[in-house]
């Protein structure tokens, strides 16, 4: 028999409510036990113990020694029991071993889970600045690898108190963009000097040789004192219908010769008929998908005559999606062209694209059109005109003539 204070000792148990109390306590004793206090408390459960509930903990003594608990030894004893006992319960029979393991591999899938639902760089301290000049890059196009070149110099090259001046940021992004963008520098030509204009369908190459043509012939009427210029253009455009009346039409309005070849043998014979009559000679050559590598081929063969030497320019839509304009450069690279017209600048807004991809292959930009009317619609491309157009950034003018601008 145990002695009777020991009978009387306080114990505890709590539950969800008392009727739980009551219900598990009965189990265990039957009627020989008295509760002699219960407050209201709170438990935890769930991975790790994260979460509570409201609970009830009750203090109980048990009156009597019964055939429940004739086996009890001590008071740890008694709560090692009671314990045992609610997670048999709880767990459905299931043995101590299997508990734990069930625990551990509960742990380990509700922290994969976590994880799974963690995004990409949250690992580190995000910071605002560099955030919204990401959004701010993204809005214009540019390809995620200049993004991304961007943001690591600025984590590299500012401290987190200039970081955290926007304006100081947005002005030094800028400038790394204008620093990005390669502009043509003019070259000088023994005469004939021999310009052909090569590119994808539909990016406007017989209007650019129009308007190439037209800014010469401009130039001499207001300027008297220029030196006359005499220039030809010769189409050798035999897929799009109408190339040759178009050109034709530009000949007509600017009063210079257009002539057409049909094959190699054809251009060989005007060029040699012609070089030594004019300054300057305009070709225009058929449009292909950047994937005809077999008619790309033959515009190349046909270009390969003694002595032309041209002056070959890539013409590129300014809406033309980043990885369609690194495809068109690699399929015409054959051609060795000098650098890129960037064509239809009307037509778009966002001209992070043409930045992006022509930086990364390190190619320059000659001129830009933007419209249809030969007499203007063409300028000679400068730092200036690209990064006025970038959307959403608030760019210094004078800084930026001063640091980008013609000397």
């Known amino acids: 028999m ?36 219960r407050k209201n408390t709170t438990q935890s459960y769930g991975p790790f113990g994260l979460f509570t509930k409201p609970g009830v903990k009750v203090t109980y003594v048990v009156n009597r020694r019964s055939e429940k608990t004739s086996a009890y030894e001590s008071e740890d004893e008694s709560q090692r ?19 734990q ?9 509700e922290i994969a889970s976590a994880m799974q639902r963690i995004p990409r760089g949250s690992g580190e301290e995000r ?35 200039d970081l955290n001046d926007f304006h100081k940021v947005e002005r030094q992004v ?78 007509e309005v600017l009063d210079l010769p257009v002539q057409k070849a049909e094959n190699a043998e054809d251009l060989k014979t005007i060029f040699e008929s012609i070089k030594s009559d004019y300054d300057v000679i305009y070709i225009d050559t058929s449009g292909y998908s950047p994937n005809d590598s077999e008619n790309i081929a033959k515009l190349k063969s046909t270009l390969s005559v003694d002595g032309l030497h041209p002056d070959v320019y890539l013409a590129i839509a300014a809406s033309t999606k ?21 064509t239809k600048c009307d037509e778009t807004t966002r001209l992070g694209n043409i930045i992006s991809v022509l930086n990364e292959k390190r190619k320059s930009i000659s001129y830009w059109t933007d419209g249809q009317v030969i007499s203007r619609n063409i300028q000679r491309a400068s730092v ?24």
């Open 322 to 342: 980043a990885r369609d304009i690194k495809n068109i450069m690699q399929n015409y690279e054959p051609f060795g062209y000098s650098s890129v017209i960037v």
């Open 174 to 251: 800028v400038d790394w963009i204008g620093e990005a963008i390669e502009i043509a520098k003019p070259k000088t030509h023994r005469p004939p000097r021999v310009v052909v204009i090569v590119g994808p369908t539909g990016v406007g190459k017989t209007t650019t040789i129009g308007k190439l043509a037209a800014q010469n012939v401009i130039i001499r009427k207001k300027t008297p004192d220029m030196p006359p210029i005499r220039i030809t253009m010769i189409t050798i455009d035999k897929t799009r219908i109408g190339a040759e009346k178009q050109l034709q039409t530009f000949g």
């Open 101 to 109: 393991i069930s625990e551990i591999n509960a742990k380990v899938n």
């Open 384 to 407: 200036v005109d690209f990064l006025i157009r970038l959307s959403g950034f608030t760019v210094d003018r004078i800084h930026i003539e001063e640091k980008f601008g013609e000397k």
């Open 81 to 99: 029991l009671i314990r045992e006992e609610i997670l048999r319960r709880a767990t459905g029979g299931k043995s101590k071993t299997e508990i």
């Open 2 to 37: 145990l002695p009777e204070e020991r009978k009387q000792e306080l114990l505890y148990l709590t539950a969800d409510t008392i009727d739980d109390c009551r219900d598990r306590l009965g189990k265990l004793y039957g009627t020989d036990y008295e509760i002699m206090d």
């Open 127 to 161: 910071i605002e600045s560099i955030d919204r000049i990401e959004e701010m890059l993204d809005d214009n196009e540019f390809t995620r690898d200049f993004i991304l070149g961007i943001t690591a110099r600025l984590k590299k090259e500012f401290s987190l108190d």
